[in-house]
């Protein structure tokens, strides 16, 4: 092929266009051709033999040379290429602005992809048609549009492809942070929600706690002003005894030495003051004059002795009795009737051992027998000068024994209703006595942290019990034997020997001062109430314990089994009967009390209940 002239302008643009040149960037060029004239292309068919021999026209051309030898199309158009590549790196470094692209033709896309894949004589073949439809013509060139570089739409993609990959990198590591840190976020408000619901919790139950506190500090101030008061008293009574006790010993020197002139023989008169028995069957306190006279007539006359402890015991009457027992324990007890009884709270509520008989002891200084079912008072007793803590009756029944704040125990005739006996050694009141199953003693504990154990023969004290660090509040003997059950303030119980006045035992376990303990009918098993509502049951033959029953927190006042021992009856603070179950555990109410209930106990067929409150009342439940 060579170049003729008469060629259209457009056709040599064409030819441009094909190679990759640019003719906005090689204007001198164009205007060299112009200059000399117009060329066309035309078709010339070179045989094998005069190829060597044909001459080619040099065109002149300023913007690149192809090197001899390498003479090759392909060649070429990378040159191009490479150029034009360099030319855009170099706009990218200047500071004029950028060309723009001229987009690929289609013939040029044809072209280059033929050379790319190595089809030499396709391209030859259409290049000599291509060019044959140009010179004549036929061929519209505007119309065909141009192709886009793939390759540079290639790169452009996958360049914006790595660019999206790495953005998205980033955002999932920024969502992956974000999740952390919402994970961590709802933990910690999950942590402080918790924890906001047990401060809350916390500030209720201490609200609570405190409206309780509050309430029970208003009920004790009452009982305080009555204790000062009485500690006024007691004060005053101290005094007055100070000064009667100086006269009494005056007055027994002068009964001594009157006694012995007389046993000298000497006829000595001399004046004196009668004191006869007759005191105590009136009802009226011993002072120190009449006690000191007592001892005097002791030394001087021994005509009674000690009694001795029984060494042949009777077995135990209620050991078998659960056997004969078969019926049902009952605990659908409801409140029958009310006896208003007393002006002040009923400490003590007992049953006679044989009948049917009520006695209740108050905070009023008063013990009244009431007759079941009515409840009317068949005895009045009176003669103590402080409030009544404990009664306890003799085994035959005809005896009473009354513990009292006066720190005495007082023995009654109930045939009579009169005192027969009174027993003085206490320093501080009397909570509690218990009469031995002979009838010959009897045993009281005192807030002077002492036990003591009385002759009734002899009229003194046999044996005092030390051991406790703080108030006794409870004394028992166990049923048929020599054995004492204490418990204290010091929240112990403690297991003493009678005739030795040892203790054998003590049991730990309660965190508060202990109220009351007291023996199964039965003797094996005992039970213990706290001053926080905790009550305990321990097995007395191995002296441990069995279980421990939370009822609080309200103070349980007093515990009572029934006669078949399968039943414990607890008087609680908050004016609630409890009933355990001993063989199922369950525990029943008995809501009925206004106040705080003080003392309950069981009738001997089990049939009925009583129990004793604040408020001077003792309920009949059945």
Excluded at 299 to 309: G, L, R, V, Y
Aim: proline share 4%; net charge negative; charged share 25%.
């Amino acid at each position: 092929m060579a170049a003729r002239p008469g060629v259209p302008g457009s056709a040599l643009r064409v030819l441009e266009e094909a190679l990759g040149l640019d003719l906005a960037a090689a204007g001198d060029t164009a205007e060299a051709v112009a200059a000399e004239g117009a060329f066309y292309l035309e078709q010339v068919a070179i045989t094998e033999a005069s190829e060597d021999d044909y001459e080619y026209e040099e065109i002149a051309d300023d913007n690149f040379s192809i090197p001899e030898g390498e003479e090759d199309l392909a060649k070429a158009i990378q040159m191009v290429q490479e150029q034009a590549t360099d030319t855009q790196i170099l706009e990218q470094k200047t500071v004029l602005p950028s060309k723009q692209q001229v987009p690929e033709v289609i013939e040029d896309f044809l072209c280059n992809f033929l050379i790319k894949m190595g089809m030499t004589r396709t391209l030859d073949c259409f290049q000599s048609e291509w060019y044959e439809l140009i010179q004549k013509g036929v061929t519209g060139l505007r119309d065909l549009g141009n192709v886009p570089d793939v390759y540079t739409q290639n790169m452009l993609l996958e360049n914006e492809n790595k660019n999206l990959k790495k953005d998205l990198k980033c955002y999932k590591q920024a969502a992956d942070k974000a999740r952390e840190d919402l994970l961590k976020t709802q933990k910690e408000r999950d942590f402080h929600r918790m924890h906001h619901k047990r401060i809350v919790q916390e500030k209720t139950k201490l609200i609570n706690d405190l409206k309780g506190l509050k309430l029970h500090y208003a009920s004790y101030e009452p009982t305080i002003r009555v204790l000062q008061e009485k500690h006024h008293t007691l004060l005053k009574q101290k005094m007055l005894t100070s000064l009667e006790r100086d006269r009494a010993v005056g007055q027994i020197s002068g009964l001594q030495a009157t006694l012995k002139h007389m046993e000298i023989g000497h006829n000595y008169h001399a004046s004196a003051t009668r004191v006869g028995p007759n005191s105590e069957k009136e009802n009226a306190p011993e002072g120190p004059t009449q006690k000191g006279l007592h001892e005097a007539r002791e030394k001087i006359q021994s005509k009674t002795k000690d009694s001795e402890f029984p060494t042949d015991m009777q077995p135990n009457p209620n050991l078998y009795l659960h056997k004969e027992n078969i019926c049902p324990a009952k605990f659908d007890y409801k409140l029958n009737s009310i006896f208003r009884l007393h002006e002040l709270p009923v400490s003590c509520v007992i049953m006679h051992p044989h009948k049917d008989i009520l006695v209740t002891c108050g905070e009023d200084r008063l013990w009244k027998v009431v007759g079941l079912p009515k409840g009317n008072v068949l005895h009045t007793g009176f003669g103590h000068t402080d409030w009544l803590s404990n009664c306890c009756f003799h085994p035959s029944g005809n005896k009473l024994a009354t513990s009292s704040g006066d720190t005495t125990v007082k023995l009654w005739d109930l045939s009579k209703g009169n005192c027969i006996l009174t027993f003085e050694g206490h320093s501080h009141a009397v909570w509690s006595c218990s009469w031995h199953s002979c009838g010959d003693f009897v045993a009281s504990s005192s807030l002077d942290t002492t036990s003591k154990i009385w002759d009734v023969n002899s009229e003194r004290c046999r044996c005092t019990l030390y051991g406790h660090t703080d108030s006794v509040n409870s004394i028992e003997f166990f049923p048929c034997s020599n054995t004492l059950l204490t418990g204290s303030a010091d929240k112990s119980l403690s297991i003493w020997d009678a005739r030795t006045g040892n203790c054998e035992q003590s049991l730990y376990g309660h965190m508060h001062s202990i109220n009351d303990a007291t023996f199964t009918p039965r003797g094996h098993m005992i039970a213990s109430c706290d001053a926080c509502g905790v009550t305990k049951l321990w097995d007395f033959r191995k002296l441990l314990p069995i279980v421990s029953i939370d009822i609080g927190p309200s103070p349980g006042n007093e515990v009572n089994f029934d006669s078949s021992g399968r039943v414990l009856a607890q008087a609680s603070g908050s004016g609630v009967i409890h009933l355990l179950d001993l063989k199922s555990g369950q525990i029943h109410k008995l809501m009925g009390h206004d106040s705080e209930a003080h003392t309950v106990v069981f009738s001997h067929d089990g049939e009925y209940l009583f129990s004793g409150g604040s408020d001077g009342t003792v309920r009949t439940w059945s």
